[in-house]
């Protein structure tokens, strides 16, 4: 059998393999379609952002946010709320949470959730950090916003503990149907939890 | 809403976005992925691999494979059959022949099939080199080995009536059951050309 990709190419699509959820089958179909030239300058424009991306990113000094800026525009706007703040897993999360224009305070970004499985406790996140932060700041309330699985919940418990006498108001994210959710088929565990946090009409 | 991706991070999402199956969602994880540092240098061998991607391949002038090499490995192998021509739509299609191990001839790489839904005629592929490669050339028989596609079926009967007269004895590839395949999961249509196909036990 004949090596008949260039060296090159196979390096693009062992480093694309890399990538989460890209098996070596995409990769070698987003590689050919980088070379195919049906966008040309995708390649280049894909190199440039990749070099940038580490060099002009850091994580802010205060939220722990991906920023360019340190503190972070979050931080530094004065506009928003200085008495709540909403602890999330992932920059990601900011984002979510952002785009539903629901919440107006300061963030948290943990950085990852409690995970026995995976070797992750909390001296791997962001948690120090949050303390330190808490501890002589204006915050009134926390709103616990990690996901609804187990290291979400795990997540949620430990910082309820750690921080049960900062006399914060801590709570979480409400659990029940998703807006357009159909009752026949929500599982059973999202239906027991939309029950229980029922509310008058 | 505040801007809470930084601009760096923001195109990088974008450029993904352009790979075809990749929408901002898996854009968003990915570069976040890049980020979060679980494979550091990822980032950073990506953009080195896109960057000598275009510079150091460039298509072979006999075959039109990839190749980093002019001519490519399988067009310089005096070992193999010199009157034996495999055309194919793709450079993948070339790597997956190879692993077949069953062909052991020279190939051609169309680049693309004849679509008139996409405005892909003859011209845009690389037929016209097709013909001027095998006139007065070694070649006995030309595998057509397109994809079993509509395109790839248009492309075929075109390859046919264009070489009809050239003296070569023109192929295809078989239609059938696939290796493993379950007669009753399988399509009408293939069905129907594995019974027209039917040999002798």
Same mark, same amino acid.
Not at 9 to 25: F, H, Y
Not at 141 to 167: C, F, H, K, P, V
């Given at each position: ?127 120090? !950090? ?65 029950? !229980?946090?029922?509310? !008058?009409?």
């Amino acid at each position: 059998m004949a090596n008949v990709l260039p060296k090159s190419v196979q390096r693009l699509i062992n480093d694309l393999s890399r990538l989460p959820g890209v098996g070596p089958k995409s990769a070698s179909r987003l590689t050919f379609y980088l070379l195919r030239g049906s966008d040309p300058t995708l390649a280049t424009d894909l190199a440039e952002s990749l070099a940038i991306l580490k060099e002009s990113t850091q994580y802010c000094s205060i939220c722990q946010n991906i920023t360019e800026q340190n503190p972070c525009e979050v931080c530094t706007d004065e506009e928003r709320n200085k008495t709540l703040l909403c602890v999330v897993e992932e920059p990601l999360d900011v984002v979510a949470i952002e785009r539903s224009r629901a919440f107006l305070g300061k963030y948290h970004v943990l950085h990852g959730a409690i995970s026995p499985v995976e070797g992750i406790g909390p001296d791997d996140l962001k948690i120090n !950090e949050l303390i330190d932060r808490i501890d002589g700041s204006e915050f009134t309330e926390m709103i616990i916003a990690t996901n609804a699985t187990l290291e979400g919940d795990t997540t949620a418990r430990y910082l309820q503990m750690r921080l049960s006498d900062s006399g914060l108001r801590i709570t979480r994210l409400a659990r029940g149907l998703p807006v357009g959710g159909d009752i026949e088929y929500t599982d059973e565990v999202t239906l027991g939890r939309a029950l !229980e946090g029922r509310s !008058e009409l």
